[in-house]
């Protein structure tokens, strides 16, 4: 087994005003040699984005781009004809492929719109760019994982109600009891995965994680994670190369 912990505190940060960002990874002006990525995952970034602000229309081509909205809500439109408001609990996934033009924005006059935003490589390459948006809250979530997002190829085949992503990886999220503990299952030796704690504090493979921290295990077939408090977490299982 091979481990690669992340604490909070190391993450990257950029304060524009209007966006406040953590990065897992190298992005943008902040640039890590050694935090490039994890496997064919690219981008893990945690946003907080002011009332009446956003992104404005800008491009995407060949990654698959997830978003998770922890708190509030966030207006999307695209050039594919997509618009709509993303609210807390839903996820949105959007293929970029062969290009896409959109914008992000938070539509409340008040709250800031809190979310995790997560690029990864896709699959294959200039495909035809598509959209899907679902929610995924309430009590299903609770003390177990539940798949979000999968591309894994014998899933495609199964009614799970899962978002289809171009490329061979599931994303699992959980809230989890205080003492609860959950076993994630990896689909072959050539994944690893990626766990970041949304809240709470929780213990895997050795290591006491709490809100922020990352941790990435490869060269493992299945990990445990418990909960030592009451904890929202986030699973990645990707392929480390092409």
């Not at 922890?70 to 408001?85: P, T």
């Not at 609210?87 to 800031?112: C, D, I, L, W």
Request: hydrophobic share 30%.
């Amino acid at each position: 087994m091979k481990t690669n912990l992340q604490r909070s505190s190391e993450r990257g940060s950029a304060d524009h005003g209007w966006l406040h960002t953590q990065y897992s990874f190298s992005f943008s002006d902040y640039y890590n040699p050694k935090r490039m990525g994890f496997g064919l995952l690219r981008v893990l970034n945690e946003d907080w984005i002011e009332p009446g602000k956003g992104f404005g229309k800008h491009p995407h081509e060949n990654m698959e781009i997830v978003t998770i909205i922890l708190q509030r809500s966030l207006e999307h439109k695209d050039s594919m004809g997509n618009k709509g408001i993303i609210k807390a609990g839903e996820v949105q996934r959007m293929s970029a492929g062969t290009g896409v033009f959109h914008s992000e924005y938070n539509p409340s006059k008040h709250e800031k719109v809190h979310l995790l935003q997560i690029w990864i490589e896709s699959k294959e390459r200039d495909i035809k760019p598509s959209y899907e948006q679902k929610s995924f809250g309430g009590s299903v979530l609770k003390n177990k994982l539940v798949e979000l997002v999968s591309g894994i190829e014998q899933d495609k085949k199964k009614e799970k109600g899962s978002l289809y992503i171009h490329q061979n990886t599931h994303i699992l999220y959980g809230c989890l009891d205080s003492g609860k503990s959950v076993k994630c299952t990896l689909s072959s030796a050539e994944q690893g995965v990626y766990i970041f704690i949304i809240d709470g504090k929780v213990k895997i493979a050795g290591e006491k994680l709490e809100q922020g921290d990352s941790l990435g295990i490869s060269e493992v077939e299945n990990i445990s994670i418990e909960a030592t408090q009451k904890a929202e977490i986030l699973v990645i299982e990707i392929p480390m190369k092409r």
